[in-house]
């Protein structure tokens, strides 16, 4: 399977204790399972994506009618939510993937590191405190707290530059977590474990993949799909280290 | 805080079996690993059992007195830092936990030794 990511729901975070005896915060994620809903390709749509389906129950009148035909053309099962993933090309040029597979977890056996979409907490109108982290004024002795203070000078230049940090509708927008560290695949229940806290509610759904920057190889540490700089090792050569 | 029977689920399969089944009022020996540099070795935490967490995250408080000083450890059940648990005795009690025995000090801090069928 090489379809770079699939759907899923965030269930809740915990605290797992790894072999060291540490304590990690975690959040615990439904993943999938999915399945292959459409291939888009070059030829046709300009580009090579598969659109992936996750599959949940939806009641039948929340379907259109062009979703059912959709559905109906390939015999899926009706999915409630999509979104098209970049198709990893293998290196014989195939990608063994058509419409109708199924794209469960085990995706992210050996995957060290994925991104994580989802849509944030709404936070509705928000002050300047909470929003833009103003630091506000003194607490007490008749002072107001939660303002923002001076927006600008006076009669030059007699307006407000745009993009002054004001107060205004903060959250429910799509926030994508990079590089969360993968810790456990649970393939019996679709879960994937992660380390760290991701986007969104609980029961929200997120958009899985794999990372698209693992971060670079440090002392003693190997991240996935770390190149080597060929400059530098052919300096290194050079140098006989 | 509940949680999710799915994560419930989870939490019940990282815990550990290996240790044996004590009781509040026992006196065990925890053996703790602990790391120094790149050595590791283990220490043994011997107290009275005051408090067992049931749940999700189970966990369990050893108490001890340390040259006339109380001493409590907290060990979450999970956790891979205890090597293993010896139990020393077991006491009569009647207290799910057994708070009140930090303001007694000495004679008073004892508890009624039982044998339980192990």
């Known amino acids: ?241 | 805080m509940s949680y999710s029977p799915i994560i419930t689920r989870l939490l019940a399969k990282a815990q550990r079996t290996d240790l044996p089944t004590f009781a509040v009022g026992d006196t065990i020996k925890v053996h703790v690993k602990i790391k120094e540099g790149d050595k590791e070795r283990v220490q043994i935490f011997e107290g009275i059992v005051i408090k067992k967490r049931e749940g999700a995250q189970p966990s369990f408080t050893v108490r001890k007195m340390s040259f006339g000083q109380g001493v409590e450890r907290i060990f979450p059940q999970a956790s891979r830092i205890v090597e293993k648990i010896e139990i020393v005795r077991s006491a009569k009690v009647r207290r799910a936990k057994l708070y009140y025995l930090r303001a007694l000090r000495g004679k008073a801090a004892r508890l009624k030794e039982v044998d339980r069928v192990k």
């Open chain 1, 1 to 241: 399977m090489s379809v770079s990511g699939l759907l899923g729901k965030k269930v809740g975070m915990t605290q797992l204790y790894d072999s060291k005896g540490e304590v990690r915060p975690v959040t615990v994620l439904q993943a999938g399972p999915c399945v292959v809903t459409q291939l888009k390709s070059l030829l046709s749509d300009g580009y090579d994506a598969a659109q992936v389906g996750l599959v949940e129950f939806v009641k039948d009148s929340r379907l259109t009618k062009a979703m059912k035909g959709h559905f109906a053309k390939n015999n899926l099962p009706p999915v409630k939510l999509m979104k098209e993933f970049a198709i990893e090309v293998e290196d014989d040029g195939s990608t063994g993937v058509k419409v109708g597979d199924k794209v469960l977890v085990d995706l992210f056996d050996g995957t060290k590191f994925v991104d994580i979409s989802g849509t944030s907490k709404g936070r509705g109108f928000a002050g300047v405190v909470k929003r833009h982290k103003f630091a506000g004024g003194p607490a007490a002795h008749g002072h107001m707290f939660q303002v923002q203070g001076s927006i600008g000078a006076s009669s030059f230049p007699s307006r407000v530059f745009p993009g002054q940090r004001m107060s205004g509708h903060m959250g429910d927008v799509t926030v994508t977590t990079r590089n969360l560290r993968v810790l456990g695949v649970d393939k019996d229940e679709n879960l994937l474990v992660v380390e760290g806290a991701v986007p969104g509610h609980r029961n929200g759904y997120v958009v899985i993949s794999k990372a698209k920057k693992p971060p670079r190889e440090r002392r003693g540490f190997s991240g996935e799909g770390t190149a080597v700089n060929p400059l530098k090792a052919s300096k290194r050569a050079a140098k006989g280290k």
